[in-house]
Nanobody, 120 residues
Framework: QVQLVESGGGLVQPGGSLRLSCAAS????????MRWYRQSPGKQRELVAI???????SYDESVRGRFTISGDNAKHTVTLQMNSLKVEDTAVYYC??????????????WGQGTQVIVSS
């Protein structure tokens, strides 16, 4: 079994910064990619950023230049540094990982979500 635990959400004023973290634990053999998604009330979950095990990154256009995703393969962690936050960044942020387990399965795992509120 694999668990993803997020932390770092909260309330911040527009223009401020937050750092989200996600740690994967359990029967992990290899994580091929980790992603951050977000979901606002009444909207579908959307992809925010991706990082592969090779370190390649990509971002949704709405956050490019403001958010930075980074990861540590050895520790199975991923962070999302969010700068210049806007009201429209308000959402529940979810960590995702595609994990190959030690018994040979490949599954998708999600964290429980962490709330980010950008408001004055």
């Amino acid at each position: 079994q694999v668990q993803l635990v997020e932390s770092g959400g909260g309330l911040v004023q527009p223009g401020g910064s937050l750092r989200l973290s996600c740690a994967a634990s359990g029967s992990i053999f290899h994580i091929s990619a980790m992603r951050w998604y977000r979901q606002s009330p009444g909207k579908q979950r959307e992809l925010v950023a991706i990082i592969t095990s090779g370190g390649s990154t990509s971002y949704d256009e709405s956050v490019r230049g403001r958010f930075t995703i980074s990861g540590d393969n050895a520790k199975h962690t991923v962070t999302l540094q969010m700068n210049s936050l806007k009201v429209e960044d308000t959402a529940v942020y979810y960590c995702y990982a595609r994990v190959a387990t030690v018994v040979g399965d490949v599954n998708d795992y999600w964290g429980q979500g962490t709330q980010v509120i950008v408001s004055s």
